[in-house]
């Protein structure tokens, strides 16, 4: 199955580390991959292996103490 490319936005970024706070945390989650985060735009872009994974990035994004 080929993976999907799936793009959130997060809300609570402020700088550079926020961004980096969010890309460390989508890419420490097993089947996702090329994540990219844009501060700027507020989003989060990566592939995920399925659908379950989506659900599971946002939890965590919102673990992390942003809003997805």
Known sequence: MASQKVT???EG????HCSGMVQ???EEIDGISNVSVDLNAKKASFNA???????KAIKKINEAGYRA
């Open 13 to 16: 970024m402020s700088c550079g």
């Open 49 to 55: 292996d399925n659908s379950e994974l989506v659900d």
């Open 24 to 26: 460390k945390t989508l």
């Open 8 to 10: 959130l936005n997060v």
